[in-house]
């Protein structure tokens, strides 16, 4: 009988990684930003999110088993003004006490240049799902990586400010998203 494969062969390739696996990346939250930018009586302000967890599994040679899935503590937003922060948090706005987190997940990767991507994604907040294009850009350089990406929404599709804050009197209906992520290769186990 012939032996088609040397047991050592067996072992090597149920401990490697194959090519088609993606990349699990840490999050430096120190360094990283998840953010975004939006008018208030005609004048920008910039906000963002001190608390959130972004597990980033991506290579570009394996779109296909890539993955971004971010949940966010929408209580943690910061805009730098106190009365502001203090007014986000309500029912008018997030509505924390009912919705505490917002969730970003990705449901497909196209490239559309060297280092840059689109992702099929769906986006979640205040129990209100969309699908969302999220054009970003990937860039590998040694042990680390950076995603970054700007996105446009109306706050308003997510019933982000109701009320009186519905209209786009005081605060304007588009919001910016900015995504600044710094990564580093994960420890294999």
């Known amino acids: 009988m012939r032996r088609l494969c ?4 067996l072992v090597l390739l149920c401990f490697a990684q194959p090519a088609w696996t993606a990349t699990t990346w840490q999050v430096d939250y120190a360094k990283s930003r998840l953010g975004f930018i939006a008018t208030q009586t005609g004048s920008e302000f910039e ?3 001190r608390k959130f967890d972004a597990r980033v599994v991506f290579a570009p040679d394996a779109l296909d088993a890539s993955s971004f899935n971010v949940l966010v503590d929408v209580a943690s937003v910061d805009t730098n003004s106190a009365d502001r922060d203090s007014n986000l948090p309500t029912p008018e706005w997030f509505d924390v006490e009912r919705f505490p987190t917002a969730r970003f997940e990705t449901l497909g990767f196209t ?3 060297e280092t840059r991507y689109e992702a099929k994604s769906r986006l979640t907040i205040r129990d209100v799902t969309r699908e969302v294009r999220f054009p970003f850009t990937f860039t590998v350089e040694g042990e ?10 109306s706050r308003t599709d997510y019933g982000v400010g109701q009320g009186e804050w519905a209209a786009a009197d005081t605060v304007g209906h588009e919001v910016i998203v900015v995504v600044d992520l710094l990564l580093k290769r994960a420890e294999l186990p």
Request: no cysteine.
């Open 6 to 9: 040397s047991p050592a062969i």
């Open 47 to 49: 906000g963002r999110f």
């Open 111 to 113: 490239p559309v240049g």
């Open 144 to 153: 680390t990586a950076r995603l970054q990406a700007k996105l446009t929404l």
